[in-house]
């Protein structure tokens, strides 16, 4: 496997909600990256898929909801995020694809 597919096996999609938009206006970016993944790993995919230099990686694991499905109890997937900050001068517009 290439390097550029683990990249995204690490990140696996932006997240754009108004707490992230909130974020961004102080140079920080939301992701939601693998559960197993670390704080290297996430500065690494950022800084080669983007081209971008990362100042810090914060993470938070949001529990899955238990939920009813038709009568059945389920229960909704961990999600883990990572807040990237970003250095002067460095920006990412997730609003586009890449």
């Keep these: 496997m290439s390097a550029k ?3 995204y096996d690490v ?5 754009i909600t ?9 140079g920080a970016v939301v ?11 996430i500065k690494e995919a950022v ?3 983007f081209g971008v230099k990362v100042k810090a990686v914060n993470t ?8 009813r499905f038709r009568g059945i109890q389920g229960k909704r997937k961990d ?5 990237v900050t970003l250095e ?4 990412i517009d997730v609003s586009t694809g890449l």
């Design 5 to 7: 597919a683990e990249h």
């Design 11 to 15: 990140i696996r999609k932006p997240v």
């Design 18 to 26: 108004e707490k992230a938009t909130m974020a961004s206006e102080n």
């Design 31 to 41: 992701f939601e990256v693998a559960i197993d993944s670390n704080k290297p790993q």
């Design 47 to 49: 800084e080669a898929l």
């Design 60 to 67: 938070t694991i949001t529990k899955g909801k238990t939920k």
């Design 79 to 83: 999600v883990k995020k990572a807040y």
């Design 88 to 91: 002067e001068g460095n920006t």
